[in-house]
């Protein structure tokens, strides 16, 4: 028998590869389940090949000889293509140049992302927020000194924001969506109902959960 197929370093290639694959596959077909989806960053992996940090480049450039291979480095080619994106779609829509401030782009970006945070609380799939919180700090480089998503909705923006922008979005935006992507969570409009933060809420529901066992 060959020993090359048993080489451990032909089998990993091969195994990256497939998970390469698996990548693009995913990526070719989120936007057609997904009509409000933007396909940009689908776009950066199937056609550049832009598959994030573990192969040297993602929304931005990765040099092994800089900061360990992590640091990451603004890639001129995502901001020509970009740029090519936003002048191609903006020709498909006759539509004109819009400005958004930052503090827009956080509401339009960050509080769907925080909303998905309190539907699963609502499910079960995390055992408090701080899990949450623990998962953005340490796995998609949430700012630490912001302390999650979960805490700075708590802290930083306030329920009531949160609640009030998402139902403005979902009304501009949602209809037709078909995941309800702007849909408040129950859960969010249950602490603003009873004006409790998500974390004195969690912890009273905790505590009555004790009491009764």
Same mark, same amino acid.
């Given at each position: 028998?060959?020993?090359?197929?048993?080489?451990?370093?032909?089998?990993?290639?091969?195994?990256?590869?497939?998970?390469?694959?698996?990548?693009?596959?995913?990526?070719?077909?989120?936007?057609?389940?997904?009509?409000?989806?933007?396909?940009?960053?689908?776009?950066?992996v199937v056609?550049?090949?832009?598959? &994030?940090?573990?192969?040297?480049?993602?929304?931005?450039?990765?040099?092994?000889?800089?900061?360990?291979?992590?640091?990451?480095?603004?890639s001129k080619?995502?901001?020509?293509?970009?740029?090519?994106?936003?002048?191609?779609?903006?020709?498909?829509?006759?539509?004109?140049?819009?400005?958004?401030?930052?503090?827009?782009?956080?509401?339009?970006?960050?509080?769907?992302?925080?909303?998905?945070?309190?539907?699963?609380?609502?499910? &079960?799939?995390?055992?408090?927020?701080?899990?949450?919180?623990?998962?953005?700090?340490?796995?998609? &480089?949430?700012?630490?000194?912001?302390?999650?998503?979960?805490?700075?909705?708590?802290? /930083?923006?306030?329920?009531?924001?949160?609640?009030?922008?998402?139902?403005?979005?979902?009304?501009?935006?949602?209809?037709?969506?078909?995941?309800?992507?702007?849909?408040?969570?129950?859960?969010?409009?249950?602490?603003? /109902?009873?004006?409790?933060?998500?974390?004195?809420?969690?912890?009273?529901?905790?505590?009555?959960?004790?009491?009764?066992?």
């Amino acid at each position: 028998m060959c020993r090359t197929q048993h080489d451990p370093r032909r089998l990993l290639a091969s195994t990256q590869q497939q998970q390469q694959q698996q990548q693009l596959d995913v990526a070719s077909q989120r936007a057609k389940l997904h009509p409000r989806y933007t396909e940009l960053a689908d776009d950066l992996v199937v056609q550049l090949g832009r598959l &994030g940090q573990k192969a040297g480049k993602g929304w931005y450039d990765y040099n092994p000889a800089i900061g360990k291979g992590r640091k990451p480095i603004p890639s001129k080619e995502v901001t020509a293509f970009v740029q090519q994106y936003i002048g191609k779609h903006q020709q498909q829509q006759q539509a004109s140049k819009q400005s958004f401030s930052r503090e827009a782009i956080v509401e339009r970006v960050i509080f769907p992302l925080v909303n998905e945070g309190f539907k699963i609380l609502e499910e &079960g799939l995390a055992q408090r927020p701080s899990d949450i919180d623990v998962v953005y700090l340490y796995g998609y &480089g949430w700012p630490a000194w912001r302390g999650g998503p979960m805490y700075w909705a708590d802290h /930083e923006v306030g329920l009531p924001r949160l609640l009030d922008t998402l139902r403005r979005f979902h009304r501009e935006l949602g209809n037709g969506h078909p995941n309800d992507y702007f849909r408040p969570s129950t859960l969010l409009e249950q602490c603003v /109902e009873l004006n409790m933060t998500l974390e004195d809420y969690w912890r009273q529901r905790n505590n009555n959960n004790n009491n009764n066992n």
